[in-house]
Each structure stands twice: as structure tokens, then as C-alpha cells.
């Protein structure tokens, strides 16, 4: 991809001596886009990127984990506008192209004397091949690092688009995960971007689930430099890159799912026959954040009463009587009555495989939608129980 160099090191803010820190840097101020948490607490680079991102352009972006930066008041703004500066002298750019990001403990103090160190080495060692080490450093209770790439031809111009992530706990994204990058060297308009980045997300991150919850510091950011010389002009190159975009975020946001603090496995709940879009989305909604059927999941139990359950009282028009449930190709209930204990044995062999479709039609109407979520282990509790220890 043409144009853009990664880094990512570890400068300490982590005591575990993992990276923590890590750069994204465009040759060339890019047209930007980005989105935001929707939760009412929200961290300072959250504060100071809805500031930034206004004209729609950036041309770095500062990562660093094992540190939210988050209920740290007037101080925590200051030290994500210096973290900023210091990156922008570093790199010899404006101060005002540079965003930040931050993800790790909420409430403790951004080590500055570590950023100042850090943001210097981190610089001194840039390059295009070096996006694995950004997304390394970009991690916390990740156990696998998330990237996707893929290259694409406008007009017989060839372009390439890539995407990071991290993502494990605290995911009930309301706009797109805990952190997200996309890169590309595409020429685009900040406008046609940020509406690409939006109905991406909508099918993606806003459809994953891992403990129903919605962090402080969520953003997903979208950077294009147009330095690959193709161009989008039209509705139809729109399209095609609306595709690219939607594939790799839904990649990513299926990877955080696998890769959901504790999770053993993941399951794909496709609401369908509802009666309206709406109710669609509110069924699957509550059946894949339900602590009861995660648990279910992980027990491999077919147990279909929690999933009815839960699309009662999402807010969705239902009838029980009318209700069929499938796990796999498996129907488990059919117009609301149990198929029976052969049912129920084969429904318990379809949950033994690492990835689940579960398939709930209200058969109320032509509507369908979907989420996809994690099961719940003893290791969620045990992961979140120590995470500041």
C-alpha cells in the first residue's frame, strides 16, 4: 500500500513489557473519516478526535495500550493534546493532522514521561512492512493481533485497502468496536469516506457482541492518500469500494468475536420472517448479548427456551406459535413446539463445532438481520476479575 509506514514498540506504559505503543503515518495529509463511542463517559482522545476530524483530514495517528487515558479530567486532555504535539514534532507534520487513541485501565494517569520517549523510537523506526508491530502494540486482553488487506482496481487502477482492529472484552460496539484502523490509497472524498466507514460499520462492528459491553474509548478511523493514483468518481466505483470496506470490517469484527476474552466458541444468530427491520435487529440484538444463551453456548446445550426468551422481551414483535429455531441445519422448533429429544441430540452435536448458525424465523414478515457473539467461560470471569492486577 503506497504511501503509509507502521511501527509499534514497547515504551513500558504496559508492565508486561509488551508493545504498547504504535504510529500509523501517511506520506501526505489523507482525507479522514472516523466514529465514535456513543458511551456518555468517554475518554480524551475520544474528546479530542470528534476535534479534530472535522475538516476530514489526518495524517498520523498515535496508538497506545495498557492505558484508557479515561476519568482522567482537564489533565487527561492535556496529555492527549501532548501526546499529539509530540508526534507531530517527530514526524515534522501539523500538530492538528495527528489523532490519538488510547485503550487499556480507565482512571490512572497517561505516563507522559514514557509517551515522550516512546513517540521518538517509534518514528525512528517506520516502514510499510512494519504493520504487524502496530498491530501488536495496539492489543490489551487480545490473544491474537487482527489485520486484513486487501487490493482492489478502479478503472484499471490497482489500489489496496487495510484494516486493524483490537478487540477481546467490553464489546457491545454502538458505532464501531473498541479500537479500528483502516488504510487506504485510494482518492477519495472525507464525505464519500465517512459514509463507506458508516455502512461498513453498520453490518460489522454494530453486529458483534462478547460481554454487552460499550467501552469509553471506542473509535474506528479511516485515513485514504490517494497516492495510488486511482480515483473514485462515480457510483459505481463507490460501490465497489463500499464491498471492500464492508468485507474487511466484517472480517475484523469477526476476529474479535473468536478472539472474545474467554471464548471457545462463536455463533452467527440470523433473525429472519420479522415484521419489520427493526424488530429484526431487536431479536438478534437481545439474543446475542444474553448472558444465558453465551453460557448455553459454551455448554454446548441446545437449550432454545433461552433463545425464544430472549427475542420476547427485546421489544421485537413475535408469536410464539408461529416461531421456527434451527441450530445448523438441525430445526430444534417448528411453529413453537419442541421436535423432541432426537432433535434436541442432534441440535447438541451441531454446538460441538467451533462456529454455530443459529436461525430463529419469526415468520411474521420478510425482515432479516443478525449479530454475531461469543460464548461465556470461567476465563471471562477470571481475565476480568485480575485485569488490573
Same mark, same amino acid.
Given at each position: 500500500m503506497k504511501g503509509f509506514q507502521f511501527n509499534g514498540i514497547a515504551a513500558g506504559i504496559k508492565t508486561?513489557?509488551?508493545?504498547?505503543?504504535?504510529?500509523?503515518?501517511?506520506?501526505?495529509?489523507?482525507?479522514?473519516?472516523a466514529l465514535?463511542?456513543?458511551?456518555?463517559?468517554? /475518554?480524551?482522545? +475520544?474528546?479530542? &478526535?470528534?476535534?479534530?476530524?472535522?475538516? @476530514?483530514?489526518?495524517? /498520523?495517528?498515535? +496508538?497506545?495500550? &495498557?492505558?484508557?487515558?479515561?476519568?482522567? @479530567?482537564?489533565?487527561?486532555?492535556?496529555d492527549a493534546v501532548e501526546t499529539a504535539c509530540v508526534a507531530a514534532e517527530a514526524l515534522n507534520i501539523p500538530e492538528d493532522l495527528v489523532l490519538v487513541s488510547s485503550t487499556g485501565v480507565i482512571g490512572a494517569p497517561l505516563p507522559m514521561e514514557k509517551i515522550h520517549t516512546g513517540i521518538p523510537l517509534v518514528v525512528g523506526d517506520m516502514a510499510w512492512d512494519k504493520a504487524d508491530d502496530f498491530a501488536q502494540a495496539i492489543l490489551t486482553t487480545d490473544l491474537?493481533?487482527?489485520?486484513?488487506?486487501?487490493?482492489?482496481t478502479v478503472k484499471g487502477k490497482t489500489f489496496s485497502v487495510c484494516g486493524f482492529a483490537k478487540g477481546s472484552g467490553m464489546i457491545r460496539p454502538n458505532m464501531a468496536t473498541m479500537l479500528a484502523f483502516v488504510c487506504t490509497d485510494l482518492d477519495i472524498s472525507s464525505t464519500l469516506l465517512k459514509t463507506a466507514l458508516q455502512k461498513a460499520c453498520d453490518t460489522s462492528f454494530n453486529r458483534i457482541s462478547v460481554d454487552g459491553d460499550t467501552s469509553t474509548?471506542?473509535?474506528?478511523?479511516?485515513?485514504?492518500?490517494?497516492?495510488?493514483g486511482a480515483v473514485l468518481e462515480d457510483s459505481d466505483d463507490a460501490l465497489e469500494f463500499q464491498q471492500v470496506m464492508d468485507e474487511i470490517l466484517l472480517e475484523l469484527s469477526k476476529m474479535i468475536v473468536r478472539d472474545g476474552e474467554g471464548a471457545t466458541k462463536i455463533a452467527r444468530i440470523t433473525v429472519r420472517g420479522a415484521a419489520s427491520a427493526h424488530d429484526a435487529f431487536l431479536a438478534a440484538e437481545a439474543i446475542a448479548h444474553s448472558n444465558l444463551v453465551k453460557t448455553a453456548l459454551y455448554g454446548e446445550d441446545p437449550n432454545w427456551g433461552r433463545i425464544t426468551a430472549a427475542a420476547g422481551r427485546s421489544g421485537a414483535m413475535v408469536d410464539p406459535d408461529k416461531m421456527d429455531l434451527y441450530f445448523g441445519e438441525v430445526a430444534l422448533v417448528m411453529?413453537?413446539?419442541?421436535?423432541?429429544?432426537?432433535?434436541?441430540?442432534?441440535?447438541?452435536?451441531?454446538?460441538?463445532?467451533?462456529?454455530?448458525?443459529?436461525?430463529?424465523?419469526?415468520?411474521?414478515?420478510d425482515h432479516s438481520d443478525f449479530f454475531m457473539f461469543c460464548d461465556f467461560s470461567e476465563n471471562y470471569v477470571k481475565i476480568n476479575a485480575d485485569y488490573r492486577s
Open positions: 508486561n513489557g509488551n508493545k504498547d505503543l504504535g504510529i500509523i503515518y501517511s506520506q501526505r495529509p489523507a482525507s479522514a473519516a465514535f463511542t456513543t458511551n456518555k463517559v468517554v /475518554a480524551a482522545p +475520544v474528546i479530542l &478526535g470528534r476535534e479534530r476530524i472535522v475538516p @476530514g483530514i489526518c495524517q /498520523a495517528v498515535v +496508538v497506545n495500550s &495498557g492505558n484508557a487515558n479515561c476519568f482522567t @479530567g482537564e489533565q487527561g486532555y492535556k491474537a493481533k487482527k489485520i486484513v488487506s486487501k487490493t482492489c474509548n471506542d473509535m474506528v478511523i479511516a485515513m485514504a492518500n490517494g497516492m495510488s411453529k413453537g413446539e419442541w421436535q423432541g429429544v432426537d432433535a434436541e441430540k442432534e441440535a447438541a452435536r451441531e454446538m460441538k463445532a467451533d462456529e454455530l448458525e443459529i436461525i430463529l424465523d419469526l415468520n411474521l414478515g
